[in-house]
């Protein structure tokens, strides 16, 4: 039996895997990724990028191909059975908020071949048919057996990261528990070639008392995807085609549905792990949390993971960091994850509810309330904010500290846009960072020469006013681009203790 040696081994090249994988190489960890699949999915399941995932990309230097293979979400359409209801220009409607302030929609196959091919010029290829049997870990490493096209090799690993998406062979070898539940309704996903009335370069939202459905375009090809609820009258078919629904799905999106590319079914859960670590272990993604897709949350979800896992493996392995970095992981990913996998399961409700009194609400009022939210700058921002995943916090998080503005240690650093670039160039060097909006005065800027952390001053603008920050005051930003430490007064020590009591070294060796 072959063995080998490596830092960290992530099992499964999904969107978690791979943006793990790059941004681990990114900052020159020796890695090795495995699947137990023979190629990238070839289907085109999650297909909402939000804008938080697109900044990561930014970071990442992969954001222009990310960008150039899907297409922009432009118009929301709400339809009803009398009609279309109303069509609202989506275009920029989180303008200033981030500088991808629109919903961008790209295909997972697609996406996951972009990664695939980063990572690829990044000198990491996906070791495909290489399936994880099982693992064991002691105070040193973890030792995982996997068997590639039918032979056995032994790798030990320093941290191992289960990517392995809803069945994660990781959770069951850890026997963590998965708790939450399984709805009684199943979804359909297919994509097609349609013709009728719907926005082509919009979100459909079709909404009646008997359920929804949603129409977007998907592919830059022309087709469309069709999402919504299986009728509880076929729900107990044990085959369910297109043909099955097609009745119901012409009937409540209003298109003449011409050909099927790909159609399928699935029943939906909602549970989150019981935890996202186990010693040197770890899970993320579809493998620590799974909810509706309404809403466009979960693989972006699992890349937030993969993010905010990837800097702190890079910093303690590179030995910049004190390895207690790592204990903030779980309790940041997993207070986002149960926060909305409650939250999508209440919109799921709505949305799926067969009271009479819902399905009124539905078909009556949910069409205005849409309009009012998104016809309004208020609501519009508000609604970006929502679905963009740009608004998490880790304010309570042990490793968040002080607050200066509105801004608190744990929270994204807010989108600036200046005459001479914006705020979030300087986070391409996945590196920590000291932000001033105003004058970093001399003596500031000698306390912090020292810790090699270099200090980034901005001017001092009505959009930073507005973005909450505050004048002179000083930003301590992790790599992932969110607040460790925030002072008002341009005072170097609660920086300096914190970059002491982690032990915090600049010069992630980016590749
Ligand atoms: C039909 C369908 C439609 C969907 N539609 C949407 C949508 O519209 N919106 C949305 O947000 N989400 C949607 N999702 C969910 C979305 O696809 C997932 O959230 C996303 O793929 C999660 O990524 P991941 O990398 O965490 O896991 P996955 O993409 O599941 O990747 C896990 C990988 O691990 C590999 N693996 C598993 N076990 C092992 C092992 N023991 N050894 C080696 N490799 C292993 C698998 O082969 C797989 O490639 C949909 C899912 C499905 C199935």
């Avoid at 009745?247 to 298109?255: D, F, L, N, Q, S």
């Avoid at 008002?488 to 982690?502: G, M, N, V």
């Amino acid at each position: 039996m072959e063995s080998s040696v490596t830092q960290v081994l992530i099992v499964g090249a999904g969107p978690t895997g791979l943006v793990l994988a790059l941004w681990l190489r990114r900052c020159g960890v020796d890695l090795r990724i495995i699947d137990k699949a023979s190629g990238p999915g070839e289907t085109s399941r999650a297909i909402a990028v939000q804008a938080r995932t697109l900044e990561f990309y930014r970071q990442l230097g992969i954001v222009d191909d990310v960008l150039a293979a899907g297409i922009r979400v432009e118009r929301l359409a709400v339809r009803t059975p009398s009609g279309v209801a109303a069509t609202l220009k989506l275009g920029d409607f989180g303008a200033g908020l981030s500088r991808y302030p629109f919903a961008f929609a790209l295909p997972q196959d697609i996406h996951e071949r972009i990664l695939v091919r980063h990572l690829e010029k990044a000198g990491v290829a996906v070791e495909r048919r290489a399936e994880l049997m099982s693992f064991e870990q002691d105070a040193a490493a973890v030792t995982a057996t996997v068997v590639k096209d039918g032979a056995s090799e032994v790798i030990r690993a320093a941290y191992l990261c289960g990517a392995d998406g809803a069945s994660s062979t990781v959770r069951h070898g850890l026997k963590l528990g998965f708790p939450g539940g399984t709805y009684e309704q199943s979804f359909y996903v297919a994509d097609v070639e349609v013709e009728g009335v719907i926005a082509r370069d919009g979100l459909n939202v079709c909404l009646d008392t008997h359920g929804f459905a949603i129409v977007l375009p998907v592919r830059q090809s022309g087709s469309v995807r069709l999402i919504g609820i299986v009728p509880a009258e076929n729900a107990a078919e044990e085959k369910i085609t297109f043909e099955t629904i097609r009745v119901e799905v012409e009937r409540i999106t209003g298109v003449a549905v011409k050909a099927v590319n790909w159609f399928s079914t699935y029943r939906l859960h909602h549970r989150v792990a019981e935890r996202f670590r186990v010693g040197r272990v770890f899970i993320a993604g579809d493998a620590g949390h799974i909810h509706s897709p309404a809403g466009g949350q979960g693989m972006n979800t699992g890349i937030g993971d993969a993010v905010n896992l990837g800097w702190k493996l890079a910093a303690v392995l590179g030995r910049r960091a004190d390895a207690r970095l790592i204990d903030s992981y779980e309790p940041e990913r997993i207070a986002f994850a149960r926060r909305l996998v409650a939250s999508t399961d209440r919109a799921f409700r709505v949305l799926t509810s067969r009271s009479v009194l819902a399905g009124l609400w539905r078909r009556y009022l949910m069409p205005r309330t849409i309009a009012l939210l998104v016809a309004t700058p208020a609501g519009a921002r508000f609604a970006f904010r929502t679905v963009s995943q740009i608004g998490i916090t880790y304010r309570d998080a042990a490793i968040s500290r002080g607050g200066a503005g509105r801004v608190r240690g744990g929270d994204r650093l807010p989108y600036v846009e200046a005459l001479s670039g914006d705020n979030f160039a300087p986070l391409s060097s996945l590196d920590w960072q000291v932000h001033v909006y105003g004058a970093a005065s001399p003596a500031f800027r000698a306390a912090l020469a020292p810790t090699g952390i270099p200090v980034h001053a901005f001017p001092f603008t009505p959009a930073a006013a507005e973005a909450g920050l505050s004048r002179d005051a000083a930003y301590l930003l992790r790599p992932d681009g969110h607040v460790a430490v925030a002072v008002e007064a341009q005072d170097p020590a609660p920086l300096l203790r914190y970059i002491e009591a982690f032990a915090i070294e600049p010069g992630a060796s980016v590749t």
